[in-house]
């Protein structure tokens, strides 16, 4: 099977732009979740997806939304970006919501000039 | 709130040797899984072993082994006969009713030749 596979892997971005982020899941994982990676914050959970409705949400201010596709799919939108947000995302995807083993793709580090 | 924490920023080992790696957490639930993650510099995180709380027995894969104390709400990971490709930041992860995944903030470890 193939594993997690994120796009675009590499992003620059300025300041106030917006940005959207794509992860397609193992075949048969129905459920996503998104990551944040900073060297200050580690790793932040940011939501998890499932049958197309957000079920989590981490701590993430509004501008971080996100939305699953009929595929399970998912991509992750941030709007007016900032120089905070530069960070690795990563998407994690489980067989089922509730699942507690996630497999975690290669990641997209988003840069923000 | 859940959290992770992993005392040792970094830690080397020499090749073939055994290192230990710690990871201490905090719940007050009784149902939950906890994980070690490895992130080699590619930023691929893998999967390297889990652990059920309900199991008393600890999990091992290979050359990896825990050493899970749940009193203690001790979660430690044996690295044996350490290999040059087992450098890599690890990550201790708890993940409870909430599903969100908490994550420790990483130890760097360098196998030296």
């Known amino acids: 099977k193939a594993g997690v596979t994120q796009t675009p892997r590499y992003l620059i971005k300025t300041r106030g732009q917006q940005v959207t982020l794509s992860c397609s899941p193992i075949s048969g994982h129905r459920s996503v979740s998104w990551y944040q990676q900073t060297p200050g914050q580690g790793l932040q959970f940011l939501f998890e997806?499932?049958?197309?409705?957000?079920?989590n949400k981490g701590n993430f201010p509004g501008r971080f939304s996100g939305r699953q596709f009929s595929n399970s799919r998912s991509e992750m939108n941030v709007s007016t970006l900032e120089l905070g947000d530069s960070a690795l995302y990563l998407c994690?995807?489980?067989?089922?919501?509730?699942?507690?083993?996630?497999?975690f793709g290669p990641g997209t580090r988003l840069l923000v000039l | 709130a859940q959290t992770v924490t992993q005392s040792q920023p970094e830690m080397s080992v020499q090749e073939a040797e055994t290192v230990t790696l710690s990871c201490t957490y905090d719940?007050?639930?009784?149902?939950?899984?906890l994980f070690w993650y490895k992130q080699p510099p590619s930023r691929q995180m893998i999967l390297v072993i889990r652990?059920?709380?309900?199991?008393?027995q600890n999990a091992t894969e290979n050359r990896f082994s825990v050493n899970f104390q749940k009193a203690a709400k001790s979660f430690s990971l044996k690295i044996s006969d350490s290999q040059l490709g087992d450098a890599a930041m690890y990550f201790c992860a708890y993940s409870g009713n909430n599903n969100d995944m908490r994550f420790g903030a990483g130890t760097r470890l360098t196998v030296k030749p």
């Open positions: 719940t007050s639930e009784s149902d939950y899984y």
């Open positions: 652990q059920e709380a309900y199991k008393q």
């Open positions: 994690a995807s489980s067989l089922r919501l509730g699942e507690e083993t996630q497999y």
């Open positions: 997806y499932f049958s197309e409705t957000q079920r």
